[in-house]
């Protein structure tokens, strides 16, 4: 069964950087078909979808709360995916978890179409 582990999290004052990974493994998709994402979840809100990336062909899709802020690099075998956001704002903190879905011709930022998730990894952001 499809494994993900996120790591990277911790405490990060306001306006600063951070970056996350996400190390997939036993994926079970064929020939880079599948979509991986990155989804925060604050406490009391729904999980919110920031950033999804398509393995065969590397096309992203980002949320507008992060664009121009985030982006999601991955690995040349395409098991490893990062989370970078910079300039981190009081709306980031939350848990960030990676996900992962078949490719079905466009990478949604919808949780309810993925069908692998990780535990999450906590981010905070301090003033």
């Known amino acids: 069964q499809t494994q993900l582990m996120e790591s990277g999290g911790g405490s990060v004052q306001t306006g600063g950087s951070l970056r996350l990974s996400c190390a997939a493994s036993?994926?079970?998709?064929?020939?880079?078909?599948?979509?991986m994402g990155w989804f925060r979840q604050a406490p009391g809100q729904e999980r919110e979808g920031v950033a999804a990336?398509?393995?065969?062909?590397?096309?992203?899709a980002y949320a507008d709360s992060v664009k121009g802020r985030l982006t999601i690099p991955q690995d040349s075998a395409k098991t490893t995916l990062y989370l970078q956001i910079d300039n981190l704002k009081p709306g980031d903190p939350g848990s960030y978890y990676c996900a992962v879905q078949s490719w079905t011709g466009v990478c949604s930022l919808e949780s309810r179409w993925y069908d692998y998730w990780g535990q999450g990894t906590q981010v905070t952001v301090s003033s």
């Open positions: 990336i398509y393995a065969g062909s590397g096309k992203t």
């Open positions: 036993r994926l079970t998709y064929n020939a880079n078909t599948y979509c």
